[in-house]
């Protein structure tokens, strides 16, 4: 067994009772079905130690308004204990337009930071050493723009590109089933998300190229099924994708990640994400011929649900929260964000976002859940309720490649169908009472409406944006900025990776918005 220099002495419960990491049944079936944690199919976890060496990282998705405002933001979280950013961007950065769109207008810094440029980048992450933290970024259609301005910043401060690590979500093909921030046709989007695995390969080995989704596809309306199928079909379709342009499977699959959402149902929570390591395990070693058993690991972030929150009662969004969290605690994550009490009426303010983090916090240093590996195994309702969500998933995933695989399947309004049943039938259940969500359906208390201290996003910060822009556009070498655009809709049209010309129009200044309009100019819009 290896060594690892634990985070605790001893591991005991509050009477002396000694906690061992994990027990084995010892049966055949046992280790066939669950393995050991740390091994082949991974269903008990992906670490041999789990949280008794290291806890999950502890992340705060936060960004709002101005890159001044979310610098001042992501400081406040680093000084109150979070380990790792995660970082949300408005929806004109999500969609590739500048700030000074028309289409942009009443958006700019809404439900996140608004990035034009480089420079917003320079301010965003100003007194931030980014080879100290690790950072997500929820960006997909302009991921590679993203990925290259955090790139040019670590080379401004001198960091080794080798150590520098985070995670880019990066997965379009969810946009098409379940959310809408795309831009390009899904052909092309796969041509940037193979182009980013092979970049990153080379040039950042330490980071997590793409972190496929399934928590919008759940907070779309699916249940867990369909949550663990359809996005294990992207999966499946961004390792093909990959192949096809020649890269071996052992040299990028180690850092493909995965982020799923934390739902109230505790128990199919946790059998939800030892189903899928498993399937998962089984797709890369026996369809995929993955030989690295790091290929066949499934590690993944969790956020709680966003849905589940309710604008009644907001203070019960901290009962719901701390289960879902927990939830995924005892599902192994790698990495959790949970959300805050009032984020069903706006953006969260420091004091909610501090009781959200804190949640965090007491379930790793208090409740004694991380002081084991896998309390759950051989639970006879766990296994059995994991057997019947990997039966389920596999059953959609034998679908899907019937019909021609998950971007088919897209084109069909598979995914989109069967998600929007299951939305229906679930809403059916709360307008019939079927479904309780008290505070909302039952246990309702219209006499005494909340006064709440809600985060607003003041409205000059667009104006502020645009003459930031502006200025940027100004000052910098247009001529550069010209044959930069220009060389990059050359490389569009040929078939080299696209990322060294990306990053070269990033250091020169070019906005998102240019970036994003020179591909547009070569392969059209979805």
């Given at each position: 067994?290896?060594?690892?220099?634990?985070?605790?002495?001893?591991?005991?419960?509050?009477?002396?009772?000694?906690?061992?990491?994990?027990?084995?049944?010892?049966?055949?079936?046992?280790?066939?079905?669950?393995?050991?944690?740390?091994?082949?199919?991974?269903?008990?976890g992906?670490?041999?130690?789990?949280?008794?060496?290291?806890?999950?990282?502890?992340?705060?998705?936060?960004?709002?308004?101005?890159?001044?405002e979310?610098?001042?933001?992501?400081?406040?979280?680093?000084?109150?204990?979070?380990?790792?950013?995660?970082?949300?961007?408005?929806?004109?950065?999500?969609?590739?337009?500048?700030?000074?769109?028309?289409?942009?207008?009443?958006?700019?810094?809404?439900?996140g930071?608004?990035?034009?440029?480089?420079?917003?980048?320079?301010?965003?992450?100003?007194?931030?050493?980014?080879?100290?933290?690790?950072?997500?970024?929820?960006?997909?259609?302009?991921?590679?723009?993203?990925?290259?301005?955090?790139?040019?910043?670590?080379?401004?401060?001198?960091?080794?590109?080798?150590k520098?690590?985070?995670?880019?979500?990066?997965?379009?093909?969810?946009?098409?089933?379940?959310?809408?921030?795309?831009?390009?046709?899904?052909?092309?989007?796969?041509?940037?998300?193979?182009?980013?695995?092979?970049?990153?390969?080379?040039?950042?080995?330490?980071?997590?190229?793409?972190?496929?989704?399934?928590?919008?596809?759940?907070?779309?309306?699916?249940?867990?099924?369909?949550?663990?199928?359809?996005?294990?079909?992207d999966?499946?379709?961004?390792?093909?994708?990959?192949?096809?342009?020649?890269?071996?499977?052992?040299?990028?699959?180690?850092?493909?990640?995965?982020f799923f959402?934390?739902?109230?149902?505790?128990?199919?929570?946790?059998?939800?994400?030892?189903?899928?390591?498993?399937?998962?395990?089984?797709?890369?070693?026996?369809?995929?011929?993955?030989?690295?058993?790091?290929?066949?690991?499934?590690?993944?972030?969790?956020?709680?649900?966003?849905?589940?929150?309710?604008?009644?009662?907001?203070?019960?969004?901290?009962i719901?929260?701390?289960?879902?969290?927990?939830?995924?605690?005892?599902?192994?994550?790698?990495?959790?964000?949970?959300?805050?009490?009032?984020?069903?009426?706006?953006?969260?303010?420091?004091?909610?976002?501090?009781?959200?983090?804190?949640?965090?916090?007491?379930i790793?240093?208090?409740?004694?859940?991380?002081?084991?590996?896998?309390?759950?195994?051989?639970?006879?309702?766990?296994?059995?309720?994991?057997?019947?969500?990997?039966?389920?998933?596999?059953?959609?995933?034998?679908?899907?490649?019937?019909?021609?695989?998950?971007?088919?399947?897209?084109?069909?309004?598979?995914?989109?169908?069967?998600?929007?049943?299951?939305?229906?039938?679930?809403?059916?259940?709360?307008?019939?009472?079927?479904?309780?969500?008290?505070?909302?359906?039952k246990?309702?208390?219209?006499?005494?409406?909340?006064?709440l201290?809600?985060?607003h996003?003041?409205?000059?910060?667009?104006?502020?944006?645009?003459?930031?822009?502006?200025?940027?556009?100004?000052?910098?070498?247009?001529?550069?900025?010209?044959?930069?655009?220009?060389?990059?809709?050359?490389?569009?049209?040929?078939?080299?990776?696209?990322?060294?010309?990306?990053?070269?129009?990033?250091?020169?200044?070019?906005?998102?918005?240019?970036?994003?309009?020179?591909?547009?100019?070569?392969?059209?819009?979805?």
């Open positions: 067994m290896k060594e690892f220099k634990n985070r605790k002495a001893k591991f005991v419960t509050d009477s002396g009772i000694e906690i061992p990491a994990f027990i084995n049944q010892n049966t055949e079936e046992y280790k066939t079905k669950l393995g050991d944690p740390g091994s082949y199919p991974f269903t008990r992906v670490h041999e130690q789990m949280y008794r060496s290291r806890f999950w990282t502890m992340r705060q998705y936060a960004g709002f308004g101005s890159a001044e979310s610098n001042k933001r992501y400081k406040f979280l680093l000084e109150q204990g979070t380990t790792g950013l995660s970082i949300a961007f408005d929806l004109p950065t999500q969609i590739g337009y500048d700030s000074d769109e028309p289409i942009a207008e009443g958006e700019i810094g809404k439900v930071v608004a990035i034009d440029t480089l420079k917003d980048m320079e301010i965003l992450f100003d007194g931030i050493t980014l080879d100290k933290i690790t950072t997500s970024m929820t960006i997909n259609a302009t991921a590679a723009v993203l990925l290259c301005m955090y790139v040019a910043i670590a080379k401004k401060q001198g960091a080794d590109l080798k520098i690590s985070g995670t880019i979500q990066n997965d379009v093909l969810k946009e098409y089933i379940a959310r809408g921030t795309y831009i390009y046709p899904p052909k092309h989007s796969m041509r940037l998300i193979t182009d980013i695995f092979a970049w990153c390969n080379q040039n950042l080995p330490s980071w997590n190229t793409i972190s496929i989704s399934g928590y919008h596809i759940r907070e779309a309306g699916s249940n867990a099924i369909q949550e663990v199928a359809f996005t294990l079909a999966a499946i379709a961004y390792i093909e994708s990959a192949q096809k342009a020649g890269l071996d499977v052992d040299k990028f699959a180690s850092r493909l990640s995965f959402n934390g739902q109230i149902n505790f128990l199919e929570e946790i059998a939800k994400y030892r189903a899928a390591r498993r399937i998962y395990a089984k797709i890369m070693k026996e369809r995929f011929n993955a030989k690295s058993e790091k290929s066949m690991m499934l590690r993944f972030h969790c956020q709680t649900a966003g849905s589940s929150l309710t604008a009644q009662q907001v203070e019960n969004n901290v719901r929260t701390t289960i879902e969290a927990m939830g995924a605690v005892m599902g192994g994550c790698q990495s959790l964000h949970t959300n805050s009490k009032d984020e069903a009426l706006a953006l969260p303010t420091e004091d909610s976002v501090t009781t959200a983090l804190r949640t965090q916090q007491v790793a240093y208090e409740s004694g859940i991380a002081d084991t590996v896998d309390a759950f195994a051989g639970s006879y309702y766990i296994e059995y309720l994991t057997d019947q969500i990997e039966k389920g998933a596999w059953a959609y995933l034998n679908k899907i490649d019937e019909l021609g695989g998950a971007v088919k399947c897209i084109e069909l309004n598979y995914q989109q169908d069967e998600i929007a049943v299951s939305a229906y039938e679930f809403e059916k259940e709360i307008e019939s009472g079927e479904r309780v969500i008290v505070g909302v359906n246990f309702v208390d219209e006499d005494h409406p909340e006064k201290d809600l985060m996003i003041d409205e000059a910060i667009g104006r502020q944006q645009i003459e930031k822009l502006k200025k940027v556009k100004a000052e910098r070498n247009n001529e550069e900025v010209k044959r930069d655009l220009e060389a990059l809709k050359n490389a569009a049209e040929g078939t080299d990776n696209l990322l060294p010309y990306i990053l070269k129009c990033v250091e020169s200044y070019c906005s998102i918005g240019e970036i994003s309009n020179t591909l547009r100019g070569v392969w059209g819009e979805y």
